[in-house]
């Protein structure tokens, strides 16, 4: 699992590193949480109304990266 969205679509979950949370947290709390109970390994709460479409592509991109089988990855290179 790399991202969950909420039932209403207002927020998402996404996996990431814990120094992209910590970058990602601090730079705008008020769009950006750290995640409940998975947020000790990087997972990172996101408002999306508040949230930029560019930096949160960004985010759900690295967050399949990290969540994806390495052959998955070497193929998908592989066809760039």
Not at 38 to 58: Q, S
Not at 62 to 73: T, Y
């Amino acid at each position: 699992m790399f991202a969950t969205l909420a039932r209403d679509g207002s927020s998402a979950t996404l996996r990431s590193s814990l120094e992209e949370q910590q970058a990602v947290v601090g730079a705008n709390p008020e769009t950006f949480t750290i995640a409940a109970y998975v947020g000790r390994h990087g997972w990172i709460n996101a408002l999306l109304e508040r949230a930029d479409k560019n930096l949160m592509e960004e985010l759900v991109i690295e967050a399949w990266r990290r969540a994806a089988p390495k052959r998955l990855l070497i193929e998908r290179q592989a066809h760039r």
